[in-house]
């Protein structure tokens, strides 16, 4: 399996443009999350889906930030607009129910930075 | 709600000394706990993780931690630390599952050292 893969893996933009992170979970997996790590605050969990549906949506940081799944194999994050405190390694990972449901497997991360 | 803290944000060792990362956790449930590794420019890696059953957990690398439920501790262990093992380390905490994910909840990290 090629694992959780992520993409782009760095992307330089504008403040006000829109951002646009995708990811492909590991076939089979049925739990999929995205997580922000920055120097400050660490690892930050913004949202997870189970099967699909949105879970939880707490960490997202305010309604400039939206993420979809639209089926099994592919998820988007979305930062419309942009702005410099946007910049971190956002992570994407999936689970399953079969090798653990709370053991994630990790992508390489996506890293963002907005000037 | 659920938390971890790491003590220590920087850990130093000499390359063959005992590597302990301390983590303390905080669960109003029976919690699953964790610990991933972090390589430069990498994702996380699983390293070892406690459901239920055995409080001694060995992991990959040489890795292991104990699950001590009356110090609400799950400290890190090697015995003998390698340079490779140069990387930063997390403790995660989650709640039972019933057979999909819930979310985990990553410490602040340890930066680990290793010189010669």
């Known amino acids: 399996d090629a694992g959780v893969i992520q993409s782009p893996r760095h992307e330089v933009t504008e403040m006000g443009q829109e951002v646009t992170l995708r990811c492909k979970p590991i076939?089979?997996?049925?739990?999929l999350f995205w997580y922000r790590q920055t120097m400050m605050r660490g690892l930050e969990l913004l949202i997870y889906f189970n099967n699909n549906v949105p879970i939880d949506d707490s960490g997202m940081p305010e309604d400039r930030f939206s993420a979809k799944m639209p089926n099994a194999s592919f998820s988007t994050l979305k930062i419309q607009p942009s702005e410099p405190r946007d910049s971190a390694v956002y992570f994407c990972a999936s689970a399953n129910r079969v090798s653990g449901a709370n053991v994630l497997t990790f992508g390489a991360g996506s890293r963002l930075t907005v000037l | 709600a659920q938390s971890v803290t790491q003590l220590g944000s920087h850990v130093s060792v000499s390359e063959g000394a005992l590597v302990l990362l301390r983590c303390n956790y905080s669960?109003?449930?029976?919690?699953?706990l964790f610990w991933y590794v972090q390589y430069p420019n990498q994702g996380l890696q699983l390293l070892l993780k406690y459901t239920t059953g055995a409080t001694l957990v060995k992991g990959i690398n040489g890795f292991e931690a104990e699950f001590k439920k009356s110090e609400t501790s799950f400290h890190l262990t090697k015995p003998s630390a390698h340079m490779s093992d140069a990387a930063e380390y997390f403790c995660?905490?989650?709640?039972?599952?019933?057979?999909?994910?819930?979310?985990?909840?990553f410490g602040t990290g340890t930066r680990l050292q290793v010189t010669l």
């Open positions: 076939s089979g997996h049925n739990s």
């Open positions: 995660a905490v989650s709640a039972f599952n019933t057979g999909t994910a819930s979310k985990l909840t």
């Open positions: 669960s109003s449930v029976p919690p699953y």
